[in-house]
């Protein structure tokens, strides 16, 4: 099977959305190049490895390769695209001097060729992310995270995941319930049981992300501790009969998601938060943080910590304690 291959070159701080659009048109994988320079160093602060050379991408851009079916029409998906593109100045954000290209790919060629570049990867001082292909041996407090991440959800290793990853190295102590919203490939709910949380409820609206966390979460052992579940948000809670194992009130929300729909649910994971619960999320955009931040006040959080990783931020809040607690 061939499928046709979206090329964009835009800004890195277009990134997010240019990302969601691909997705929101149908691609079955999106891919994120950014540029490199000798500008622009790579984090080894945890002894990471690179194997991919410094690249050409223009300074201050990015390369996305969407992958869409063989029998999809590409002419008004590029237009209705390319539309996208030009009106993100409405939201905030600015694709640049972008281009589209288009072309085909052979889906071995496709499904296997970036796997190459996927190598094992510490992400904290404690937490290490392992593709499923790769042989590792850790060291004896190294806490490993197996993955086979799938075209569509990434190898867990971006900014936004990685500061989601530290923020929960952070808080948790042992023994928390957890809601991930927006779980993708399970990355986060896996990190958070291998960080000693007790339960964890993963939430994804893509029934495609539900069966790849899955995955991942058998891989990793906690079939009995995890349990995914297809959901806008945390709709799924506000079901008569959920039958969820992870109840609210929790001790713990992280969501790596877009920054507009982050902003949309900040009054529902203050009611799902126990008094004192802490609420991680990133996916923000430098140029959203405040914007983020300005909600997250004013639905009454407080700001713990604000952790930042190249162009992204990521903020731990916590819900007040209240009077007698």
């Given at each position: 099977m061939r499928w046709h291959e979206i090329t964009v070159l835009a800004t890195e701080s277009s990134q997010e959305m240019v990302t969601h659009y691909l997705t929101e048109l149908g691609a079955g994988g999106v891919s994120v190049e950014e540029a490199w320079s000798e500008d622009k160093p790579r984090d080894t602060s945890f002894g990471q490895?690179?194997?991919?050379p410094l690249n050409d991408i223009r300074p201050g851009y990015a390369v996305f390769k969407a992958y869409f079916s063989e029998d999809t029409l590409m002419?008004?998906?590029?237009?209705?695209?390319?539309?996208?593109?030009?009106?993100?100045?409405?939201?905030?954000?600015?694709?640049?001097?972008?281009?589209?290209?288009?072309?085909?790919?052979?889906?071995?060629?496709?499904?296997?060729?970036?796997?190459q570049y996927f190598k094992p990867i510490a992400i904290t001082e404690r937490l290490t992310i392992k593709p499923t292909w790769e042989e590792y041996t850790p060291k004896a407090d190294e806490l490993v995270i197996e993955l086979?991440?799938?075209?569509?959800?990434?190898?867990?290793?971006?900014?936004?995941?990685?500061?989601?990853?530290?923020?929960?190295?952070?808080?948790?102590?042992?023994?928390?319930?957890?809601?991930?919203?927006?779980?993708?490939s399970g990355v986060l709910a896996i990190g958070a049981m291998k960080l000693g949380a007790s339960k964890v409820l993963a939430l994804d609206l893509d029934p495609v992300a539900v069966t790849c966390a899955k995955e991942n979460i058998t891989l990793n052992g906690y079939d009995d501790d995890v349990e995914v579940r297809l959901s806008d948000l945390l709709g799924v809670l506000h079901e008569k009969e959920n039958n969820a194992e992870v109840t609210p009130p929790v001790d713990l929300v992280v969501a790596n998601?877009?920054?507009?729909?982050?902003?949309?649910?900040?009054?529902?994971?203050?009611?799902?938060?126990?008094?004192?619960?802490?609420?991680?999320?990133?996916?923000i955009y430098k140029n959203k943080e405040m914007v983020v931040q300005a909600g997250l006040l004013a639905a009454g959080f407080e700001i713990v910590d604000v952790l930042r990783q190249e162009e992204w931020v990521a903020f731990v809040a916590g819900k007040p304690k209240g009077d007698g607690e």
């Open positions: 490895l690179y194997d991919t002419e008004p998906l590029v237009a209705e695209l390319d539309d996208l593109l030009r009106g993100l100045p409405e939201y905030g954000y600015d694709a640049g001097e972008y281009q589209i290209e288009i072309g085909d790919v052979h889906q071995d060629d496709w499904a296997d060729a970036w796997k086979d991440p799938g075209m569509a959800f990434g190898t867990g290793t971006h900014p936004t995941t990685a500061l989601c990853l530290k923020a929960l190295d952070n808080a948790i102590s042992g023994g928390e319930q957890i809601i991930d919203v927006g779980t993708g998601i877009l920054a507009e729909i982050i902003l949309l649910f900040l009054a529902d994971v203050m009611k799902v938060l126990k008094p004192g619960g802490i609420y991680i999320t990133s996916g």
